[in-house]
């Protein structure tokens, strides 16, 4: 993990970007909405790649900055960096990045299946505020709505 390095997002990283999302999601993004995604002047797309393979793109996270307040997109990290510490450091790297651009709050949702997500996110100071009826599909499900206003 010494060989990771983080980046923001530019067009060319939109594939590697795609492939992460295809591996982790049951309901991936393509490629042409990633990069739409990205290169609103309001969102903030961080990449964390590994410098020993060849800048592989190993996770990412998509944030919205409006404000004073950050609204998380998309959190992914690659199998091949699962478990390993990965999608800790890129939300510290991400939160790091957009206080420097005047945030002091952030939210997201996660599908409250996902426990790894959860105790992550809590254990950054998310707090979850209530649920949003519906909000996944495939399969369905409600979505938590967090919170972390001390950023």
């Not at 982790?24 to 790649?49: G, I, K, N």
């Not at 997109?73 to 800790?88: F, H, I, K, M």
């Not at 420097?100 to 790894?116: F, H, Q, W, Y």
Request: glycine share 6%; charged share 25%; with cysteine.
């Amino acid at each position: 993990m010494d060989s990771i390095e983080f980046r923001r997002m530019v067009q060319e990283d939109a594939d590697g970007v795609a492939a992460v999302e295809a591996a982790c999601m049951p309901v991936p993004w393509s490629r042409q909405s990633f990069w739409e995604e990205a290169s609103h002047t309001d969102a903030y797309y961080l990449l964390a790649v590994d410098a020993a393979r060849d800048n592989l793109i190993a996770a990412y996270a998509g944030c919205w900055v409006l404000a004073n307040e950050g609204h998380i997109t998309n959190v992914a990290v690659s199998p091949d960096y699962q478990g390993q510490g990965l999608g800790r450091r890129l939300m510290q790297e991400l939160t790091a990045r957009v206080k420097a651009l005047g945030v002091d709050a952030m939210t997201l949702e996660v599908r409250p299946s996902n426990i790894p997500a959860l105790r992550l996110y809590d254990s950054l100071g998310f707090k979850s505020v209530g649920r949003r009826p519906k909000y996944y599909t495939n399969p369905a499900e409600d979505a938590e709505i967090m919170w972390n206003t001390k950023i």
